[in-house]
């Protein structure tokens, strides 16, 4: 997919600061402390057909980053539009918004950058297999000032990732120092227990995922009890099945964690399906 677009990127529309612009042309400046120092904020939302699933709270989440970082809020009205015309030109896939710091130091200060861009969807395994190991950068351990920053500081959590594939692994499982379940680099992670469903709650300096939110609707929909809160990774290795869930896997079941083999149980499937409906519903 990567190499599709580096093949396409003459005739990818990028949208910078509402000017559209083709993937060859579309530049930020050096000095934004954005590349710098990884200053900013984004999101990812998903495009079905060129719809946009749940952009306000997308939209919401950037806005509450951006405060926590003290960089400027783009005009919302803007990013409702510059969202839907990559989402437009795109077709189905995801639109990343990014919003850079800007160059901020007085000698070399530039402006802040609004990046829109279409993006097609990485291809998910059908089920994954996750490593678990200790983050001791995540906001939940360390960082509780940052608490659910989707901010451009993502280094840490692309290297896990690129850990986890390194050893033979889809991805990464994030765990506190102490072994509780935090989430995935770029997804949440919830289980089933005898017929209920657990995920590790707020309180954990997650991120406040969009799935979540869907999951917690489509278990109210099935009438399946869901409970949040600090849970030892062995809860989790015990569970009946298991599943990630982020806007580009949707929900996605886990197959494995380490070595602890995870059974490909019903649950997962109606949640899958009970997200799509969701999604079918709200875009129609
Ligand atoms: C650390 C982290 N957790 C969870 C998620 C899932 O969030 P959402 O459902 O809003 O895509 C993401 C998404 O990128 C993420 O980066």
């Not at 190991?133 to 920053?149: E, L």
């Amino acid at each position: 997919m990567a190499s599709e677009v580096g093949a396409n990127l003459g005739a990818m529309r990028v949208i910078i600061d509402g000017v559209e612009l083709s993937g060859t042309d579309a530049r930020v400046s050096v000095l934004d402390w954005g590349l710098q120092r990884g200053f900013g904020a984004f999101e990812v939302i998903r495009s079905y057909g060129g719809a946009l699933f749940r952009a306000g709270g997308h939209l919401d989440r950037l806005t509450r980053s951006l405060e926590a970082l003290h960089i400027p809020v783009p005009d919302r009205n803007e990013l409702e539009w510059w969202t839907a015309r990559a989402a437009e030109l795109g077709g189905d896939g995801a639109v990343r918004v990014i919003v850079t710091g800007g160059g901020r130091d007085p000698l070399e200060h530039v402006p802040s950058s609004t990046v829109v861009i279409w993006e097609p969807l990485a291809e998910v395994p059908d089920r994954l297999r996750l490593e678990p190991m200790t983050a001791s950068w995540h906001p939940g351990t360390d960082r509780a000032a940052f608490h659910g920053i989707k901010w451009l500081s993502y280094a840490p959590n692309m290297a896990a990732a690129d850990a986890a594939r390194r050893n033979g692994f889809d991805d990464a499982l994030l765990l506190t120092a102490a072994g509780d379940v935090l989430e995935g680099p770029t997804f949440t992670v919830a289980w089933v227990r005898g017929g209920a469903v657990e995920t590790p709650g707020m309180e954990m300096g997650i991120l406040a995922s969009i799935t979540r939110e869907v999951l917690f609707e489509s278990c109210a929909r099935l009438g399946l009890p869901v409970a949040e809160g600090r849970y030892p990774l062995a809860r989790m290795l015990g569970a009946d099945e298991a599943m990630a869930l982020s806007t580009t896997k949707e929900v996605t079941p886990i197959a494995s964690v380490g070595d602890t083999a995870l059974a490909d149980g019903p649950v997962a499937g109606r949640l899958a399906a009970a997200h799509r409906q969701i999604v079918a519903e709200e875009i129609g």
